[in-house]
């Protein structure tokens, strides 16, 4: 069983803002990756982003520098 810890959660309107941060995120070499929406929450498209809370600042300027589109950025002890 996966051991339980604080992650940062974004979550997502439509696929194509899930599947345009996931590339962007890719291709400039962002730690995380795509997951199912966590039970806690929802989210238009039943996908979200996953990755250490500690780069909760750092991802929210880079989606605003992209012109990324997301719905919530939660911390969430998953």
Known sequence: MRKKEWKLIVTFHTTADAIA???SCK???KDGRMIPV???L????GLAWCAVPEV???LE????EKGLSYEEMTELFY
């Open 38 to 40: 966590p039970r806690e």
């Open 61 to 64: 300027r880079f989606s605003a």
């Open 42 to 45: 929802s989210a238009g498209c």
């Open 21 to 23: 941060f996931e590339k």
């Open 56 to 58: 909760k600042e750092e």
């Open 27 to 29: 291709e400039s070499n």
